[in-house]
């Protein structure tokens, strides 16, 4: 999982995980090139662009930022806050070296019998803001074309047609909280053939305590928020042959049932 910060782009946090459904999105551009539009994920490179852009140094792209020796990688730690149907993906190593990536994170259910070869992809930006502000521009709302993602589950181009824009925004506090313990864990797994049983139990406990976060629940409750919002939305405006209002309803029932399933552990105090 990764967490930094984005300075060309309010002082947004980018949370990335490992996941069974690691899509490549290494094909995009980062916010500084203004060749993506990072928000509604609208623009794609084209193939030779794709190219060319793979072939400049940093120097050469303008890329130059004294934030990138802070960014932080945490590879090895499972995102399990959105339940067990949904995972965050990352982009490639390279990208992140590069700093070429500055998207939004993603999520993706698991490719099952319930949702077919097409699963829901919901993008959620994540952002530091002590006033949250809601989202409710029905324009936002849009099926995006995901042209170059590559699922390793069918070695071929993803059937993927769309992608559905969540914006939800934590306090700086919040942020600094996930980070520290993302830094703590980051310790522990670089020495995870060292450790010992009592430090293998102590980055369970940390992995848990990060998973189980308060913040993970509000942004669950926002994202829910949104999606109930647009689900409506939907249902008013599109035609009964429309493919993107299922996809949203699907989308909200899997985020009804972690966040179900978090405020059930909170309660119990796990």
């Known amino acids: 999982m990764y967490m930094r910060e984005c300075e060309s ?29 990072e928000y509604n994920f609208t623009q794609l490179y084209q193939k030779d662009e794709i190219n060319k852009d793979k072939k400049l140094t940093n120097t050469e792209t303008g890329i130059k930022n004294e934030k990138l020796a802070e960014t932080l990688l945490v590879g090895a730690v499972t995102c399990e806050w959105l339940g067990s149907q949904m995972a965050v993906v990352r982009p490639s190593a390279y990208d992140i070296d590069r700093q070429k990536v500055d998207l939004l994170a993603e999520c993706a259910a698991y490719p099952s019998e319930n949702y077919g070869e097409e699963p829901p992809v919901l993008a959620i930006s994540i952002a530091i803001n002590e006033h949250p502000k809601k989202e409710k ?3 936002k709302l849009k099926t995006i074309p995901v042209k170059y993602f590559q699922s390793p589950i069918y070695g071929t181009p993803s059937a993927l047609e769309s ?8 306090s700086r506090e919040n942020a600094n909280k996930l980070n520290k313990l993302l830094e703590n864990i ?9 450790n010992t049983q009592e430090q293998t139990q102590q980055l369970k406990e ?3 305590k990060f998973a189980n ?8 409750k926002d994202i829910s928020n949104q999606l109930e919002f647009f689900v409506k939305q939907a ?3 599109t035609k009964k042959d429309d493919e993107l209002t299922p996809r949203l309803k699907t989308l909200n029932d ?12 909170l309660e119990d105090g796990q």
């Open 9 to 37: 782009n309010n002082q947004e946090i980018i949370i990335y995980g490992d996941s069974k459904l690691s899509r490549r999105i290494n094909e995009f551009s980062n916010c500084q090139t203004n060749k993506i539009d």
């Open 186 to 194: 980051q310790q522990l797994i670089g020495n995870i053939h060292y």
């Open 163 to 170: 992608v559905i824009m969540v914006n939800v925004t934590i």
């Open 137 to 139: 521009n029905p324009d």
């Open 213 to 220: 976060h308060p913040t993970h629940l509000q942004i669950l």
């Open 254 to 265: 899997i985020i009804g049932i972690a966040l179900a399933e978090k405020e059930q552990q």
């Open 235 to 237: 249902s008013a405006e």
């Open 206 to 208: 940390m992995m848990d």
